[in-house]
Nanobody, 123 residues
Framework: VQLQASGGGLVQAGGSLRLSCAAS????????MGWFRQAPGKEREFVGA????????YYADSVKGRFTISRDNTKNTVYLQMNSLKFEDTAVYYC?????????????????WGQGTQVTVSS
């Protein structure tokens, strides 16, 4: 499966962005999806994840209450709605897919990765 992330950009602190991750190729609803981010000089970190059918979501403490993950399996697309953005949310955001049956929070659990989209939050 191929993943294409989009929707990044420059936004002021307190603003919102919605990222999309479109899947193509061997797509169906059997992949759980995750979002990760990587700031300059830092390791890639878990942001949030959603199970295959969208019944469960899980978020990193740093984004809980501000970010929301959803998915539309009819469009093979996963979304990351980001509200109340902070300067420290600045990073390249990656979507990833895993065949795990449960929510996965580590990079090693994900087999497929998108190319990343830059999110820059100005203070």
């Amino acid at each position: 499966v191929q993943l294409q992330a989009s929707g990044g950009g420059l936004v002021q602190a307190g603003g919102s962005l919605r990222l999309s991750c479109a899947a193509s190729g061997r797509t169906d609803s059997r992949y759980a999806m995750g979002w990760f981010r990587q700031a300059p000089g830092k390791e890639r970190e878990f942001v949030g994840a959603i199970t295959m059918l969208g019944g469960s979501t899980y978020y990193a403490d740093s984004v809980k209450g501000r970010f929301t993950i959803s998915r539309d399996n009819t469009k093979n697309t996963v979304y990351l709605q980001m509200n109340s953005l902070k300067f420290e949310d600045t990073a390249v955001y990656y979507c990833a897919a895993t065949e795990s049956l449960t929510v996965a929070t580590t990079t090693m659990a994900y087999r497929y990765w998108g190319q990343g989209t830059q999110v820059t939050v100005s203070s």
